[in-house]
C-alpha cells in the first residue's frame, strides 16, 4: 500500500536472517529511514516487540516509530506510553498507515480525522478509536512480494506449528475473509478485525491462487481465516475453482480454522477433490454445558464425531483444538474434554489453557470474580501463552490446569506408536526432535 503511494519502502526481517542487535543497528543505520513500522501479531512478543523499537531510537532519535498489529490494537493505551514508540495504528492498515504518511509529510491531513491511531500530544496520550473498516476487501492489492527474497520465506517453515508447518515447499499463506460475526469469551477476534465478517470475492481469492502459483511457483497454500466457510456459497464457488484448476497445476492446501458448524459431507468431499490434505477443527470442549459457558454457536458434539469420521474416511488429516479452565467449568467437565478428544481418535489434538486476554468477555469475568493473581498484568511474561494459567477457581487452580494440560498432551497423542512420524512430519521434526519436545514440555510445566 505504501509504495503504490508513492513511498520508498525496504523491509527488514531480523527473525529470517538470525541478526543480533548490533547488526539490526547497522541495517537501520545504513537505511537510514525517516519511518520505520513495526509489527506485533501476537502478545507473547511484547519483549521483542519493545526492544526492536528500543534498538531504532538507538540508532536516531529522529526516525519516527509507528507500530501496528494485535498488540498495539488491544492495548493501545499501555504501548504508546513507550518513549521509544510515536505511533500506533489499530486495526487495518492498509489506508491508515498511508495517512498517517501523509500527515507527517504536512500534506494537509489533520491528525484528528485519522480513526485508528494512538499518540502522544505533549504529556497527553490520544487514542483514536478505530470505527471504520475495508469492506472492500477486492480493492486491495495482493501482498507486494517484491521487496523481499519471497524464496527465503517459501522453502522455510516454524517448526513445532502443526497448523501452519507446509508438507509442500515452496508455499504461501492468504486470508479470504476478515472478522467474526460469534463472540466466544475467551477469543479478541473482534476487538482485532471488527465486529462484522468481510469477505474477498470467490474470484478475487482465485485471481491470488494463479498469482501465487504462476509467478511464485508454490505448491502449497495455507489459508489463515478465522471463518474461511461460513458463507457456503462463496466456500463452494471458491472449492470449485481449485478442483478445476487441479486439472492444470498440482497444488496441495490446509486451513488451521475450521468451524465445526460450517462442514458436512458435501464441503468435506469438496475440500478433498480440491487439494485440501489436512484441517484443524476448533471443538472447544467435550460437553455441551462448557460449550454454552464459552458462548459458541453450537453444541452437537454428535456431529463433531461425525465430522471427524467422515474427514478421516476420505484421507484428511484431522486435527482439533480444546480449550480448558473457563470459569464455572467443573475438574469433571475438564476431565471429559480429555476423554471426548480422546474418543475421536484425531490425528493430532492440541489443548490450550483459557487466557484472559485484553477485550474480551473472559477477562472481564475473571476480573470481575478475583480470579486473577495480584500481579497480573500483560507485562508479566507468565501471563502469555496458550499453555500457562492465570486463572484460579473453587474447582481448579493454574497449576493444576498446567500439569493437566502437559500431561494429557502427551499421553492422548502419543500412546499409539504408528501415529509418531505422522506428527512428526506435521510438525517439520525428527522423531529424535519429538521425543525431546515431550521431555521439554513435561520439564518445562514451571510451577510455582
Not at 538507538?58 to 492495548?75: A, F, R, W
Not at 484431522?318 to 475438564?334: H, K, L, N, S, Y
Request: hydrophobic fraction near 40%.
Amino acid at each position: 500500500m505504501l509504495s503504490k503511494s508513492g513511498y520508498e519502502v525496504s523491509f527488514l526481517d531480523t527473525d529470517l536472517y538470525d541478526m543480533d542487535y548490533n547488526e539490526v543497528k547497522s541495517a537501520i543505520a545504513k537505511e537510514a529511514p525517516d519511518v520505520i513500522g513495526i509489527s506485533c501479531m501476537s502478545m507473547e512478543y511484547a519483549q521483542n516487540f519493545r526492544k526492536m523499537a528500543e534498538l531504532v531510537k538507538s540508532v536516531s532519535k529522529d526516525i519516527i516509530t509507528v507500530v501496528g498489529g494485535i498488540y498495539p490494537t488491544l492495548l493501545p493505551d499501555e504501548l504508546i506510553k513507550d518513549d521509544n514508540i510515536d505511533y500506533a495504528i489499530l486495526g487495518e492498515g492498509e489506508y491508515r498507515f498511508p495517512k498517517l504518511l501523509e500527515y507527517l509529510g504536512k500534506r494537509n491531513v489533520a491528525i484528528e480525522e485519522i480513526d485508528g491511531l494512538a499518540y502522544k500530544k505533549g504529556k497527553a496520550i490520544v487514542i483514536q478509536k478505530a470505527t471504520n473498516y475495508i469492506n472492500d476487501l477486492d480493492a486491495l492489492p495482493f501482498p507486494d512480494y517484491e521487496g523481499i527474497d519471497f524464496d527465503a520465506y517459501s522453502s522455510k517453515a516454524n517448526k513445532y506449528s502443526y497448523f501452519i508447518y507446509p508438507q509442500n515447499f515452496p508455499y504461501a499463506f492468504s486470508m479470504t475473509s476478515r472478522g467474526c460475526p460469534f463472540s466466544c469469551i475467551f477469543c479478541s477476534s473482534k476487538s482485532v478485525n471488527g465486529p462484522n465478517i468481510r469477505y474477498r470475492s470467490a474470484e478475487n481469492v482465485l485471481k491470488e491462487v494463479d498469482w501465487l502459483v504462476e509467478k511464485y511457483k508454490v505448491k502449497e497454500i495455507i489459508f489463515l481465516d478465522d471463518n474461511i466457510y461460513l458463507d457456503r456459497n462463496r466456500t463452494k464457488l471458491i472449492l470449485q475453482g481449485l478442483i478445476e484448476r487441479r486439472k492444470v497445476y498440482e497444488l496441495k492446501w490446509k486451513s488451521p480454522n475450521v468451524a465445526l458448524y460450517a462442514l458436512d459431507d458435501e464441503i468435506l468431499e469438496m475440500l478433498k477433490a480440491s487439494g485440501c490434505y489436512q484441517i484443524a477443527i476448533a471443538i472447544e470442549a467435550g460437553t455441551k454445558e462448557v460449550l454454552k459457558l464459552m458462548r459458541k454457536p453450537y453444541n452437537d458434539l454428535d456431529k463433531a464425531r461425525r465430522i471427524v469420521n467422515k474427514a478421516k474416511s476420505l484421507g484428511i488429516v484431522v486435527t482439533a483444538m480444546f480449550v480448558i479452565g473457563i470459569p464455572g467449568e467443573t475438574w469433571e467437565q475438564i476431565r471429559q474434554t480429555f476423554r471426548f478428544a480422546e474418543e475421536l481418535e484425531l490425528d493430532y489434538v492440541s489443548f490450550s489453557i483459557a487466557t484472559p486476554l485484553p477485550k474480551t468477555e473472559l477477562l472481564d469475568i475473571a476480573q470481575k470474580n478475583n480470579l486473577l493473581p495480584k500481579d497480573f498484568g500483560f507485562n508479566h511474561i507468565d501471563f502469555k501463552g496458550f499453555g500457562k494459567a492465570a486463572i484460579t477457581t473453587n474447582e481448579f487452580t493454574p497449576d493444576e490446569l498446567v500439569i493437566i494440560r502437559g500431561f494429557e498432551w502427551d499421553r492422548i497423542n502419543f500412546k499409539n506408536k504408528d501415529k509418531l512420524p505422522l506428527i512428526a512430519e506435521m510438525n517439520g521434526i525428527s522423531l529424535e526432535e519429538l521425543d525431546q519436545w515431550r521431555i521439554s514440555t513435561r520439564r518445562g510445566l514451571k510451577l510455582q
